[in-house]
């Protein structure tokens, strides 16, 4: 098992594992063959600070495995630890996203065309700049 910088990541830091000859982003899902992390993003800190009140800090392993990663070809969404979701979107599938504001929470609604019919998926809440940028990315990769 090697370690190498992926270069395209934007946040500093991002390692790429190659595992069995499959690439893993630092939030443990898989790419495909020449396919590149750009940018990952989990729910904030701030937004969710009633929950970590309430569950005396546990709900950091909850925000952890909460994530949405932009690749050079597809969007992969992640969810929970004990009942674990894994979606994987291809770009061409992705018709639209959109920032969305609900109180002081940032959303990335991301519309998707899967099987003749149209789906919304909301990615958040996350800071706004977060948010926007997310947004900013999936925009520029369909």
């Given at each position: 098992m090697g370690r190498k910088k992926n270069e395209d990541a934007t946040e500093q830091?991002?390692?790429?594992?190659e595992v069995r000859g499959r690439e893993r982003?630092?939030?443990?899902?898989?790419?495909?063959?020449?396919?590149?992390?750009?940018?990952?993003?989990?729910?904030?800190?701030?937004?969710?600070?009633?929950?970590?009140?309430?569950?005396?800090?546990?709900?950091?392993?909850?925000?952890?495995?909460?994530?949405?990663?932009?690749?050079?070809k597809r969007l992969l969404?992640?969810?929970?630890?004990?009942?674990?979701?894994?979606?994987?979107?291809?770009?061409?599938?992705?018709?639209?996203?959109r920032y969305v504001r609900r109180g002081l929470n940032s959303y990335a609604q991301i519309t998707i065309v899967d099987r003749g019919g149209r789906k919304s998926e909301r990615i958040g809440p996350m800071s706004a700049r977060a948010a926007r940028r997310f947004v900013a990315e999936v925009l520029q990769r369909i």
């Open positions: 830091g991002e390692l790429v594992d982003t630092a939030r443990g899902l898989p790419l495909q063959r020449e396919e590149q992390a750009i940018m990952s993003a989990s729910p904030s800190v701030a937004a969710n600070f009633y929950k970590y009140l309430y569950t005396f800090g546990l709900y950091e392993l909850w925000r952890r495995r909460d994530t949405a990663v932009v690749t050079s969404i992640s969810r929970g630890i004990f009942n674990r979701e894994e979606r994987s979107i291809a770009m061409s599938h992705i018709e639209g996203a």
